[in-house]
């Protein structure tokens, strides 16, 4: 590029009152969002919802004015825990990895208290509401790998809020098939809200 190119191009920039603006609101990730948590999360890591390039949430009712964007790299720094339950989708244990739902709050900015609500919502739209006291009692995780791989959106992925029915006695008797009402797999959004 030429000197004067250059020069003419920063200088364009640097006329441009938006940049800063709009940097400020995005996620202060390196690579893509992959999880989103919004409500009481402290500082948080990026601005309110945008309804013209945050779509989905958007499309799916989704509001918060401060929420803390995580990508893959920020979900892998988080301290990790291994399951492995019976799966409904093949009657198979599988090993499941990945930080504890609490772990992802935390780093997230949000103080854990009493009566805190979790509304766990996936990419196809389905929602669920739990408390933290449960989330905590069921020691329900935010799995990003299967068997040693990373999850796939498509699949289960890229996040799944689950737990291992199998060791939990208010899910080990029931039908494999009724354990994972509470576990929305394509997790992409929390919101915490006081009960």
């Not at 449960?134 to 689950?162: C, K």
């Amino acid at each position: 590029m030429k000197k004067r190119d250059f020069l003419a191009l920063a200088s364009t920039a640097a006329a441009l009152p938006v940049g800063q603006a709009w940097a400020a609101e995005r996620p202060a990730t390196q690579s893509p969002a992959l999880l989103t948590v919004g409500g009481p999360v402290g500082k948080g890591n990026r601005g309110p919802l945008d309804v013209e390039l945050d779509q989905m949430l958007f499309k799916h009712g989704v509001k918060f004015s401060t929420a803390f964007a995580f990508d893959a790299p920020a979900l892998m720094r988080l301290a990790r825990v291994t399951i492995r339950p019976t799966l409904e989708y093949d009657n198979k244990v599988h090993a499941l990895s990945g930080p504890l739902l609490t772990t992802v709050l935390r780093a997230a900015g949000v103080r854990l208290a009493p009566g805190l609500r979790l509304g766990l919502r996936a990419v196809d739209g389905y929602n669920v509401v739990i408390s933290l006291a449960d989330a905590e009692a069921y020691q329900m995780m935010v799995a990003t790998h299967i068997d040693g791989q990373a999850m796939a959106l498509g699949g289960l992925g890229p996040q799944w809020a689950v737990y291992d029915a199998d060791r939990l006695p208010a899910f080990k008797d029931k039908p494999v098939k009724e354990r994972f009402g509470l576990c929305p797999w394509g997790l992409y959004y929390i919101d915490v809200s006081q009960g």
